[in-house]
Each structure stands twice: as structure tokens, then as C-alpha cells.
């Protein structure tokens, strides 16, 4: 894995979270499931963005259930932008490309940290790693990674250089090919496998951690 560099000047960051997802599983919306003691899977998410030092634009896309999420969240989402996914039946890799494409137009932005709707157990310790990484890493720019085992994880942070590569990706082969082309170059952030490849995609998986959130 690259190593940093020395640190560079502040660098425009802001946060994707994908969250289209139906969840069909579940019988109801997940992102709204309860976490914690007073919040829910995607208010916890966003609450932790909020709180992180470095990512003042957030930009959250929605898909299934966007209405019932919109309605139920309006004062957590009032202070963010949403993006509409009305593609979110073609897989998460249509909600990736519906946020880049919005974000492809901010010619201020640098980079984008790409974060899943329904891993409320990343910390703002987590993310800061990210944004002092982007700082550091500003010129060489690499993917910047959360791995397990020297495995790729969640989240990422990616540049406004890497979108147009992004974008023209198969809808069929999603972001893997981009992120198999970089990782070797890549600058690895390690993350416990709690952190960054546990998926809520379960009722007993989230039985069990939402006992633990309300520790």
C-alpha cells in the first residue's frame, strides 16, 4: 500500500452515502429500523458524518422507500442533499453512479467519501482517518480504503478524477473492477471486520448488533 505523503492544504471533501436499498428481507424499511436509543440505521450514519470534522457536504441517495424515508427523516435529511435513484432495482452500483454523476458537476469538490447506509457502527474516529489521509495523500491522490485482513472494506475514498472511470464501468460488473485496478496502490485504512465488512442483512444479524448500540 502507497504510503503518505507529506501533508498537503485543506482539500474539499464530501460524503456519499448510499441508502437506496429495498431490503426486501426485512419487510420494511432498514434504514429506518431502530438504533441505538433514540435514532435509527441511517440517522446514526448521518449523525456520525455530521459529527466529523472535514466532510461539510453530505449528500445521501435514496431510492426504495424514499418517501417514507423523506417523510420520517425531513429534519435529519433537511440539512443535507438528497439524490433520487429511481433506477435502485438495478443493484447499489446504480445508487454509486446517480450520486458521482450529481457530484461530477461540482468543479469544487475533490473528493468523495463513499460510505453504506446501513453501517451505523462506523465511528467519527473512523472517518477522521479518511478526511486526515485525503489531507495528507492530497497530490499523489490514491483510492483511499478500509480494509480487513488486507481485504477491501467499507468505506472508500475516491477523487473527482476517478468519476469519469467509474461511470463508464459495466452496470453488471459494478464498482469491483475500479477498486480490484487501484487497490495495490491504494492506502489502506484498517478497520476492525465489525467495522467495515459487517452487513445488517439479516433480522438476527440486527437483533444482535442493535443489542450491542445500546450499550
Known amino acids: 500500500m502507497a504510503q503518505p505523503a507529506t501533508k498537503g492544504t485543506s482539500v474539499q471533501l464530501s460524503a456519499l452515502i448510499v ?3 429495498e431490503a426486501r428481507r426485512f419487510g420494511q424499511p432498514k434504514q429506518l429500523l431502530p438504533w441505538g436509543r433514540n435514532n435509527t440505521i441511517l440517522g446514526s450514519v448521518l449523525a456520525t458524518v455530521k459529527k466529523t470534522p472535514g466532510l461539510a457536504r453530505i449528500h445521501v441517495v435514496l431510492g426504495a422507500h424514499y418517501d417514507a424515508i423523506t417523510k420520517t427523516m425531513e429534519s435529519a435529511l433537511s440539512t443535507v442533499n438528497v439524490i433520487r435513484n429511481r433506477a435502485w ?3 447499489m452500483f446504480s445508487s454509486i453512479t446517480e450520486g458521482l454523476r450529481f457530484l461530477s458537476n461540482d468543479a469544487t469538490n475533490e473528493g468523495i467519501l463513499v460510505l453504506l447506509g446501513d453501517m451505523p457502527f462506523i465511528t467519527p474516529e473512523i472517518l477522521s482517518q479518511f478526511v486526515g489521509a485525503a489531507e495528507t495523500l492530497t497530490q499523489e491522490q490514491p483510492l483511499i480504503i478500509a480494509t480487513v ?7 472508500y475514498l475516491l477523487w473527482q478524477h ?3 472511470e467509474i461511470l463508464s464501468l459495466s452496470g453488471e460488473t459494478g464498482i469491483r473492477p475500479f477498486i480490484q485496478k487501484h487497490f495495490a496502490q491504494a492506502h489502506a485504512i484498517n478497520v476492525s ?3 467495515g465488512r459487517q452487513d445488517i442483512d439479516t433480522w438476527e444479524t440486527y437483533k444482535q448488533l442493535f443489542k450491542e448500540s445500546l450499550a
Open 19 to 21: 441508502a437506496a436499498g
Open 89 to 91: 432495482q438495478q443493484g
Open 149 to 155: 485482513h488486507d481485504r477491501p472494506a467499507h468505506p
Open 162 to 164: 476517478h468519476i469519469g
Open 193 to 195: 471486520r465489525h467495522s
